[in-house]
């Protein structure tokens, strides 16, 4: 599968949860899968239910990451925002979150959510990860909650996110990998989601 092809094939599976949570998707997503991660109930109960039951990432990164007060914070592959919306509550009007996704039906889940609670130190922006439209060391923190095994881009991406992060700036990663090598013969499109 070509960088492209894959490129489109990550986007449309990732919307399609966005469009129809309910449906069956090629990876876990949801209320019941970000509780099975550690999301406490709590926290999911303050964000609206699109963002939530939009969730596909794949650790609670929202409460590893340590994040300073007065930080300007990216959540790098936000999705339906549920990291963003939950480091925009915790920094509250000291610092900023930048939700970055390359799907429009998850961003329409964030920026909704995000409006709906009133936050105004949320934004969110469609752009590629290996182009992130951040001046350089224009950040303090970024999180990045299960992307790098769904783009083949991973040194541009790393590359940028250098780029764009103050010195002694901190980055939160957390992904899925392979224990062993897949076989070729057998891999299908659906194992990058696997």
Known sequence: ????????SVRAAYSAVAERPDARHPFPAGRAFAESLGYPSDWLDRIPAASVEAFTGVTNLAAAAEIPPCARVLDLGCGAGLDALLLAQRLKSSGMVLGLDFSSPMLAHARRSAA??????????????????????????????????LNPARQAIFRELARAMRPGGRLYSSELILREPHPAAESQPSDWFA
């Not at 599968?1 to 489109?8: A, D, K, Y």
């Not at 709906?116 to 439209?133: K, S």
Request: aromatic share 4%; proline share 5%.
């Open 1 to 8: 599968m070509s960088p492209t092809n894959l490129r489109e």
């Open 116 to 149: 709906e609670m009133g936050l105004g130190n949320l934004d969110f922006c469609q752009a590629d990860a290996e182009r992130l439209p951040l001046a350089a060391a224009s950040l303090d923190a970024a999180i990045v909650n299960g992307i790098f095994n």
